[in-house]
């Protein structure tokens, strides 16, 4: 079949008609690539929750196959994984495919349908759910998959803001294990579609393993997103390694830790002026005035509620012995409301803010120059005839600086969500597919007989960088095999721009490799594309903030619905940042040095915004080659 309609990506996966959301049940099989996804049979908007199914042979071309999976007594079939049994632990078959899914009704459960022809027809199992509510509203999104050294299916399920794994002898009876993630990382929004797959640290015999979630809302790029853990996995639980432990959930055992929060270690400070409702009593904290936050039995945060007026409260001087203060700081309801001061000799030497804008985040002060030397700490309510908190919180005396990092995210853009992997692969990649959407908006888009569609697949690997280990994503190398037509380019910007004209010119659909000498770029590089005069995407490097970003300010029509436009990321300070950007239509997906970071968003340009040149200084774009891409909407 062939596609025309404006917007259809030519060389991503849509369905043929109506609302498609997250990739579901992928999994491999004789040759075969299963994709099923999240699907309404009867219109272009969310809504009659059912499984679609397609096949592919190599990752691209892929042939509707129907849809397997409808709605029931149990309710709607959201999302979930497929593996096969090759050992028949379930009894259903030799090689059945399964399928785990949430059922949706009352309440979500987790049920099982098998297939014992290829994933053609399918038969659901008569002991539904094989996994029963527990009492939440958010139980769902199984991924199931085979953990080989305990012999074990496990499972991991999305529960509101946790991830439970469960794990099963033959996929109907399962055993809750444990649970990972609450207070860890982002918790924007409610947790969902969690993945996990084994990983090989590059050249290292280093094994991991990676815990994906999806978010939604709380993304930094706005409403849904995906964030990734690593650590290890022994078929029971998840633990981080020690590296993003410190990172995501910094707790020192072996620094001197002074004040863990309100609640303790602030005996001996002194309360000055009428901050907290009440006249200051020295030595004591007015405990009436003070609130804390629980999230189950964790201590989220405490703080002291101020009613007008300003006041502060001074520790009891101290001796410098290590090299960090820090702490965690954020604020009430006034920007800037709350400051700590550190004070040497009567003067204030150190001094930060905290915003209601932000989030509680960690500060970590270089001290070592005021060794030895006696110091207080000042908390002040800044705030004039108002009312707000002072919120300070676990200040840790440190040899080391600890700066906690909210998450690890899978996507600087803003569309890649609900991703998953194909299970039992032949070679043991990990290869990934996401709906590229986001919850924002993803009612609005302005197509109109189908609405959706899914990422590139990409290939994930562990990579050791100068900052640690990191989440690599580059495309599958099946992407490749749709390139047409090879232009390597050198020469000035001009003669690159020249060469450009009248091969990209005429359609969006292409990829386009170069790199961007950051040594030579004084005043900005990047390429504009998808270009009519006043519409345009940009992506570049911006030497001023030292970023990476995708702009699609201007990209063309722009619909309803919380549409974030700008995305970027900061770059270490490398010499040059290589760039793989692949445009399909209405889609852009930026890979940035070699996979370790990446941009996703849909553009929606007018329909002849087609052009792309590049700006910067002199030299500052080299190694360009421009592929123009073929299209998968032809039986493979
Ligand atoms: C994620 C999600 C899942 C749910 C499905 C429903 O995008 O909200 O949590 O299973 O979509 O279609």
Redesign the pocket.
Known sequence: QTYTEQYRMQYHFSPERNWV??PCGMVYLNGTYHLMY?YNPHGTQ?GN?SWGHATSTDLMHWKEQGVVLYNDSQG?I???GAVIDYHNTSGFGDSAMVAIY?S?GQTQKQSLAYSLDQGINWTKYSGNPVLPNKGII?F??PTVLWHESTHTWVMTL?EQDQIGFYSSPNLKDWTYQSAFGKGMGAHGG?W??PDLFQLEVQGTSRKLWVLMV?I?PGSPSGG?GTQYFVGDFDGKSFTLTPEFELLLNPQPTDEVLVFEDFESGYENWTVTGTAFGQAPVAGTLPDQQLVTNYQGDQLVNSYLNGDAATGSLTSAPFIIESNYINFLIGGGHHPDLTAIKLIVDDQVVRSATGSNTEQLRWYAWDVSEYAGKSAQLKIVDEVTGGWGHINVDHVYFSDQAIVQKEAFWVNHGPDD??GRSFQQTPDGRVLWMS?MNN?SYAGNLPTSTWRGGMSLPRELTLKETPAGIRLFQQPAAEVYELRQDTLVIQGDLDALNTALVGRAQSSNQYELRFSINQTNTQSGAGVILAAEGSYYTQIGYDPKTAKVFLDRKHSGVAFSGDYTQLFDFSTSELQSLNFQIFVDQSSVEVFVNDGEELISARIFPTSGATGLRFYGDVGSITEVSHFEYGNIWREA
């Open positions: 959301n997250d999240q969310w929750m709607a959201f999302s979930g949430t949706a958010d769902r999104d999305a409610v969902e579609c999806s939604n849904s969500y609900a709906w919850w």
